[in-house]
């Protein structure tokens, strides 16, 4: 030990200075690449940020034109057949613009006027409901709903006039994007998982490409099922209000639609709308009463539950309540509305892909005697 | 280019393609070369070391192994971790077929005993081309049933030359009891 310290004491100060260089490059150095690491993962998260929805979407369209693309290629190419689809989806989408494009205008033109009006309403009946109930249990305190209200509909107004520009952007930018991705995914597709699994062991090369084929059959039947799903619930809303007075039907129904995509809170969200709308407009009357059973017993009860999802979609993918609100919440939390609609799916398709990776492992899970059966290799 | 010096180089270059090699197993001897094309882009080709595990017995069988180069040992494992060895496979054969139509364990070990390049086809590569091309999946199949019906029917043969055998060997008080 004091031979150490004698050693230390007969450094010099050039040598000293030189120690001092070396460490505090030593520390630049990590700290320079601990910065630089940091922004490359704020890159690739910014990147990832940016790429997550059109890639998502883009998984989702593949997942639904595939068995379409597959039957043609019997006939044509892969890549014939991918643009023969995509012009059979551009005409249908088109035919749907051109459907929707009135209404849309409609509902932009007068949603300004209407939702203060709307809100104005239920606040008045919130009002007089907790006036009967201020009037009956008088510890209640009275709260200033209508400035309240008065306060929220204009942020929520504000907040839409704010957002339109900028999500009509983001959504030009999605109509460019996501059929380039899709493309690329329905021609390559195949090719990628390839060279995917490819990259796994010897070992467990087997099992992975069995598993990978297995995770990709169940999911897309689940994202295909759920799409359906959502397609026919909202047709048969938007039909179904049309025999009534109620505006902007078809963006009822397209609400309906995309929020039934979400188990257990989604239709009851999806209904509110046009539950709020009726009683507004229509009053107490036979349609509103119509609108209410359309919504809660022939879209969900007779259509969704009786007929498509036991047709659509398997038990499997059933999630616990707790479950479903867990990945709302975090979804909303990552990606606002649109993290709200798919983190739901995202879950179900995780809990999917394991729940095929046990089955998996229990198929071959036999008792030992089968292995010392006549079978050779 | 002379033609003669291109015919020897384009028969070279065939022989050596996956096509050519898929095209002299017995499976898919009977496949066009259009089908085989097909087929070609669905198998799996896999390099291994000398001495490398393909599967070991209990592994879930999903497929079966074609051997372009190189040799595999099948062998079956006991208690004491003593080798039964049950065949040793050059280039051309095959092995894990039945597995193919039928996912089970396997019932034997396999092990490359140098370097060995392996072709794969496994169920669910099957199962893929059955939704895109039926006729392909199915020549496939005729093909694999063929040779397990062959196999099947030389073994019930060999089985009843042995129990002829043992008939004919077995002492008379063995018989009794």
């Not at chain 2, 996912?103 to 794969?120: M, Q």
């Amino acid at each position: 030990m004091s031979q150490s310290l004698q050693k230390n004491r007969s450094w010099d100060r050039a040598q000293v200075a030189l120690a001092f260089f070396i460490l505090t490059a030593a520390i630049a150095c990590g700290l320079a690449v601990y910065s630089s690491a940091s922004s490359l993962l704020g890159l690739l998260q910014t990147a990832f940020s940016v790429l997550f929805l059109p890639l998502l979407l883009s998984l989702v369209l593949t997942f639904l034109l595939d068995p379409l693309v597959s039957r043609l290629e019997r006939f044509f190419s892969r890549t014939g057949s991918i643009f023969i689809v995509y012009i059979l989806t551009l005409g249908l989408a088109g035919l749907a613009i051109l459907w929707l494009t009135p209404h849309w205008q409609d509902f932009w033109r007068n949603i300004g006027a209407d939702l203060p009006r709307y809100s104005g309403q239920v606040i008045l009946a919130l009002k007089n409901l907790i006036a009967s109930l201020h009037d009956r249990i008088p510890l209640i305190a009275e709260y200033d709903l209508s400035a309240k209200g008065h306060n929220w509909t204009e942020q929520l107004m504000s907040a839409i006039l704010a957002e339109t520009p900028q999500s009509a952007m983001k959504v030009g930018g999605l109509m460019v994007i996501v059929p380039l991705f899709t493309f690329f995914f329905l021609r390559d597709g195949r090719g990628i998982m390839r060279a995917c699994v490819a990259l796994a062991p010897n070992r467990h090369f087997e099992m992975v490409r069995d598993l990978s084929f297995l995770v990709t059959r169940q999911l897309s039947h689940f994202v295909r099922g759920r799409i359906i799903e959502a397609v026919i619930v909202g047709l048969v809303v938007a039909v179904g209000l049309s025999f009534t007075d109620i505006r902007y039907a078809p963006m009822l129904g397209i609400f309906a639609g995309v929020t039934n995509l979400i188990p257990y809170i989604g239709p009851i969200i999806g209904m509110v709308p046009g539950i709020l709308i009726a009683f507004v407009d229509l009053g107490h009357g036979g349609q509103f009463w119509w609108i209410v059973i359309l919504y809660i017993l022939i879209a969900q009860v007779l259509v969704d539950n009786f007929i498509l999802i036991p047709i659509l979609i398997s038990r499997v993918a059933d999630l616990h309540p707790l479950l479903v609100f867990f990945a709302i919440i975090a979804g909303g939390k990552f990606y606002g509305v649109i993290g709200m609609i798919i983190g739901v799916p995202i879950i179900s398709v995780i809990k999917i892909a394991l729940l095929e990776i046990r089955t998996y492992r229990r198929t071959f899970r036999l008792p030992e005697s089968a292995l010392e059966g006549e079978r050779l290799y | 280019m002379d033609p003669l010096w291109t015919n020897i180089f384009r028969k070279k270059l065939d022989e050596e393609s996956l096509a050519y090699f898929l095209k002299h197993l017995p499976i898919f001897s009977e496949l066009s070369p259009r089908t085989l094309q097909i087929v070609e882009s669905a198998v799996h080709v896999r390099s291994y070391q000398a001495g490398e595990t393909i599967f070991e017995a209990g592994d879930p069988g999903s497929g079966m192994y074609m051997i372009r180069s190189g040799t595999v040992k099948i062998f079956i494992q006991d208690q004491n971790d003593t080798e039964d060895e049950l065949a040793i496979l050059v280039p051309g054969d095959f092995f894990g077929e039945t597995t193919l139509t039928a996912p089970a364990p396997r019932s034997a070990s396999a092990r490359t005993l140098e370097a060995t390049e392996l072709v794969g086809l496994f169920r669910a590569d099957i199962l893929e081309l059955a939704g895109k091309y039926p006729v392909v999946s199915s020549g496939i199949l005729l093909g694999l049933t063929r040779v397990v019906s062959e196999r099947l029917q030389a073994a019930s043969l060999e089985i009843r030359r042995l129990q002829k055998q043992l008939g004919e060997h077995k002492p008379p008080e063995t018989i009794e009891t």
